[in-house]
């Protein structure tokens, strides 16, 4: 049994492996809080690991939070992976300033090369969603959200500007082709990103024009990651390995590793959801305190249901989130 166990573990991490090789690259606007968790740094590094091998293309990274530094912090992992001109966005009106308690952004903007100083350098987040988005072909973007919906509600209710004739929803209906989010617990409950901005999760999650893949906080707990990295002694100088280091041995929960809520909804939103997830279609319904049910009624929208052990997810990513920088 147990033999029989690692050979099916072992023929599904290579369909994942494979998945989508074969097909042109996903264009990606990445939207994270990075920080106060630390799962948006293996959903950052698992994003450079797929572009790396052709598999996605990243148009921004955005932050969902205005703490000074996230912006520095973006930067730093983007020049890590050598990608240091990638746009980078923050929320310039009322926005959640939450960062991390285990102040690894500080560690990284102290030892670590960042051209962005400070979040004055950046545009707002929903002006460059429109900049970027009226650039793109249509129904070609794929936006995974892993922090607070305020930016794409902001991006919902922006009017026609020098980037774009179209209003916000009829721009994300014409170039988006789906939303990826980390955001909800199924089939009901309450999550830290839906309800950290409970008016715009409401807003987002009700009039959005395009389909929505949900990767629910009952996927991501499952998935227990980063003890690999950090006792790999291979790896030297990553800003990944430091956070993991630093942060793993600060709290009991992350013994057997990290929670991977937001590496899920990067993995799928790149590779596909099958064989390793199933979907449920319904709507989310989202109250005034951010709590989520759901509704089976729908189409558009749809939560992962695991179709496989979360060890072969386990797997993948313990071994992606060690990816190391390619020269260019």
């Keep these: 049994m147990f033999q029989k166990s690692i050979l099916c573990i072992s023929l599904l991490f290579c369909l994942l492996s494979q998945a989508q090789k074969n097909n042109r690259p ?21 994003l450079h ?31 890590y992976f050598n990608r240091p001109g990638i746009p980078i966005a923050v929320p310039k009106g009322k926005a959640s300033i939450l960062r991390d308690g285990q102040h690894w952004t500080d560690t990284l903007m102290a030892k670590y090369p960042h051209h962005i100083k400070n979040n004055d350098e950046t545009p707002d987040a929903a002006d460059l969603y429109r900049k970027i988005l009226s650039t793109q072909p249509d129904h070609s973007v794929t936006i995974v959200t892993v922090g607070f919906l305020t930016n794409l509600s902001n991006l919902l209710l922006s ?29 009901s409950g309450s999550e830290f990103n839906v309800n950290q901005d409970a ?22 707990w499952n998935i227990r ?28 929960e992350d013994s057997a ?33 951010g709590s989520n049910t759901w509704s089976s009624e729908g189409k558009q929208q749809a939560h992962l249901m695991e179709a496989v052990s979360p060890d072969v997810v386990r797997a993948y990513i313990n071994k992606v989130i060690m990816h190391q920088p390619v020269k260019r």
């Design 49 to 79: 690991a797929l572009a790396d091998s052709g598999q996605a293309k990243i148009l921004a990274t955005i932050a969902s939070t205005k703490y000074e530094g996230v912006a520095c912090v973006m930067n730093v992992f983007n020049t």
């Design 159 to 187: 009017k026609p500007d020098k980037y774009s004739s179209l209003d916000g929803k009829e721009l994300v209906k014409r170039k988006v082709k789906q939303l990826v989010c980390m955001a909800g617990r199924f089939p």
């Design 225 to 252: 990651v980063g003890l690999p990295l950090i006792h790999n002694d291979a790896i030297h100088g990553s800003p990944v390995k430091d956070v993991f280091r630093i942060c793993i041995p600060m709290s009991a």
């Design 257 to 289: 590793g990290r929670m991977s809520w937001d590496e899920t909804a990067v993995l799928v939103a790149v590779k596909g959801y099958q064989p390793f997830y199933h979907l449920d279609y319904g709507r989310i319904i989202v109250a005034a305190d």
């Design 26 to 46: 996903v264009s990606i606007i990445f939207d994270s809080d990075m920080g106060p968790d630390y799962d948006d740094v293996g959903a950052i590094t698992l």
């Design 199 to 220: 008016a715009a999760s409401q807003n987002v999650f009700s009039n959005w024009p395009t389909n929505i893949l949900f990767s629910g906080f009952e996927i991501g």
